[in-house]
T-cell receptor
Framework: GAVVSQHPSWVICKSGTSVKIECRSLDFQATTMFWYRQFPKQSLMLMATSNEGSKATYEQGVEKDKFLINHASLTLSTLTVTSAHPEDSSFYIC??????????FGSGTRLTVV | GQSLEQPSEVTAVEGAIVQINCTYQTSGFYGLSWYQQHDGGAPTFLSYNALDGLEETGRFSSFLSRSDSYGYLLLQELQMKDSASYFCAVPSIYNQGGKLIFGQGTELSVKP
């Protein structure tokens, strides 16, 4: 149980465009979804916490107008990177609390902005 | 706030035993978890310690000492497939419903 499906796995976009990343909980209802960003050889840095039906909570230093998070249903949370620039190129991954003590993660999205 | 420290890299040979340490500083403590992440993949949950002592799961064991704010992950009978990054992590609130804070990760290289 507690499977999270994340799409797309990778995306290349032009600078200035927007990209939407989706995370779906397949066999359970995820009231909370955590969004992380990971640069090569670095740790996972929490960007924001989304709660179904309410506004996301962003970590300090994360631009909420640039990284739009929507959690409109108990099975879908989305992250939209708006006006992407090369420095936004990274590995984005969602996560939610699993059924035991662990957290379950989506498969991640490798974003490359050219 | 929370901070976790772990070595950046460890190298070991197949069949050996390796220990990855993690020290933490937290405003509240709700357990220590370990995750494995292969290059390009998602983290996968390995273990969780809420109380002092050793938890064993197959070839992997995890230890916690709350008085020392210290834990470690022990990997036995190392295999090539164990080459990955290992992260210790702490949840921000009780029962792990809150956000998970990760250490910087330890890159384990297993050599033949």
């Amino acid at each position: 149980g507690a499977v999270v499906s994340q799409h797309p796995s990778w995306v290349i976009c032009k600078s200035g465009t927007s990209v939407k990343i989706e995370c779906r909980s397949l066999d359970f209802q995820a009231t909370t979804m955590f969004w992380y960003r990971q640069f090569p050889k670095q740790s996972l840095m929490l960007m924001a916490t989304s709660n179904e039906g309410s506004k996301a909570t962003y970590e300090q230093g994360v631009e909420k107008d640039k990284f739009l998070i929507n959690h409109a249903s108990l099975t879908l949370s989305t992250l939209t990177v708006t006006s992407a620039h090369p420095e936004d190129s990274s590995f984005y991954i969602c996560s939610t609390k699993g059924v035991d003590y662990g957290y379950t993660f989506g498969s991640g999205t490798r974003l490359t902005v050219v | 706030g929370q901070s976790l420290e772990q070595p950046s890299e460890v190298t070991a040979v197949e069949g050996a035993i390796v220990q990855i340490n993690c020290t933490y500083q937290t405003s509240g403590f709700y357990g220590l978890s370990w995750y494995q992440q292969h290059d390009g993949g998602a983290p996968t949950f390995l273990s969780y310690n809420a109380l002092d002592g050793l938890e064993e799961t197959g070839r992997f064991s995890s230890f916690l000492s709350r008085s020392d704010s210290y834990g470690y992950l022990l990997l036995q009978e190392l295999q090539m497939k164990d080459s990955a990054s290992y992260f210790c992590a702490v949840p921000s609130i009780y029962n792990q419903g809150g956000k998970l804070i990760f250490g910087q990760g330890t890159e384990l290289s297993v050599k033949p």
